[in-house]
Antibody
Framework: EVQLLESGGGLVQPGGSLRVSCAAS????????MFWFRQTPGKGLEWVST????????YYADSVKGRFTTSRDNSKNTFYVQMDSLRAEDTAVYYC????????????WGQGTLVTVSS | QSALTQPASVSGSPGQSITISCIGT?????????VSWYQHHPGKAPKLMIY???KRPSGVSNRFSGSKSGNTASLTISGLQAADEADYYC???????????FGGGTKVTVL
């Protein structure tokens, strides 16, 4: 059974940093691109970042580019998003997801972790 | 404002069919057969229901079907059930500058 479990969310002050992790199980982790999404309160889903199977190639939404860094450790079946220079508008539930056989759809998601940026 | 436009809410009675629209442009929905749909019960993990416009993942009921015409994709739920009450989001490839774009979500209510 495929499982994705986010951890590391919490309350952080504006300008602060936080690292959110996603532990994966039930599939060959190193064979799939992985994704971060977020959902702001009362709003829809937004793509945040993508990391390819090797970890060498990462892609970011304009809203987080230069502030967020996604990485993965295939030996630990885990990937991460390091969030720096956080802003109030980054407050959201962050979801990790597994890419499908192509990376244009996401076949498994985690339950999400809440990141709140507030003083 | 989301890149793709969905109705905020759709409702139907048990057993009925409903259709959720997802309106994009010829840069996203209209240009690629890469629309997917996700069911989201609040507090739970989103679930893939349809990918590549009309393909259903293993384990998803055949009551769910997807289609596309021009810049508009649609998700139809037939034989509506109480368990179908959830938020539904469409997603499309949006080209090299905006690889993944979502709709704002549609709340489905079973009356």
């Amino acid at each position: 059974e495929v499982q994705l479990l986010e951890s590391g969310g919490g309350l952080v002050q504006p300008g602060g940093s936080l690292r959110v992790s996603c532990a994966a199980s039930g599939f060959t982790f190193g064979s799939y691109s992985m994704f971060w999404f977020r959902q702001t309160p009362g709003k829809g889903l937004e793509w945040v970042s993508t990391i390819d199977t090797t970890g060498y190639n990462t892609y970011y939404a304009d809203s987080v580019k230069g502030r967020f860094t996604t990485s993965r450790d295939n030996s630990k079946n885990t990937f991460y998003v390091q969030m720096d220079s956080l802003r109030a508008e980054d407050t959201a539930v962050y979801y990790c997801a597994k890419g499908g056989t192509t990376w244009y759809y996401f076949d498994y998601w985690g339950q999400g972790t809440l990141v709140t940026v507030s003083s | 404002q989301s890149a793709l436009t969905q109705p905020a809410s759709v409702s139907g009675s048990p057993g009925q069919s409903i259709t959720i629209s997802c309106i994009g442009t010829n840069s996203d929905v209209g240009n690629y057969n890469l629309v997917s749909w996700y069911q989201h019960h609040p507090g739970k993990a989103p679930k893939l229901m349809i990918y590549e416009v009309s393909k259903r993942p293993s384990g998803v009921s055949n009551r769910f079907s997807g289609s596309k015409s021009g810049n508009t994709a649609s998700l139809t739920i037939s034989g509506l059930q109480a368990a179908d009450e959830a938020d539904y989001y469409c997603c499309s490839h949006g080209g090299p500058t905006t690889p993944w774009v979502f709709g704002g979500g549609t709340k489905v209510t079973v009356l």
